[in-house]
């Protein structure tokens, strides 16, 4: 299944630090026919974001953002049963565990390969 497939229609949430990264996942997803919601480059842009968004089909998150770990938003998210998926240059291990269900995409990521995970 092509990105387009997948995200075409869906609102998704972006949330990392990086501009290069983002802008990547950004030009990908609306390509894809997606409205990206974002970049955040921190959990409290995010939780803004989160807050005035009304529909939200998924998330792509950094865990770590300028320092701080986007844990907070992960919970704002399954809160509202938003899918979730990590982008991360973090390793698997060093996640909590209360968190191991949510797929991973390591850095460099793929936006395409992230979005299958995500919904397909």
Do not use: W
């Amino acid at each position: 299944m092509n990105p387009a497939q997948i995200l075409a229609g869906r609102r998704i949430l972006l949330v990392e630090d990086d501009f290069i990264i983002a802008d990547d996942f950004a030009a990908t997803f609306v390509a894809a026919g997606a409205e990206v919601v974002g970049p955040a480059a921190t959990p409290g842009k995010a939780l803004e974001l989160i807050e005035r968004t009304e529909r939200l089909d998924g998330a792509v998150l950094d865990i770590n953002l300028q320092g701080d770990l986007v844990y907070a938003v992960v919970d704002a998210l399954q809160a509202r049963g938003v899918p979730v998926i990590f982008a991360s240059g973090y390793d698997r291990a060093a996640i909590p565990e209360r968190y191991a269900d949510i797929p991973f995409c390591e850095k460099p990521v793929d936006p395409a390969r992230c979005a299958k995970h995500l919904f397909g």
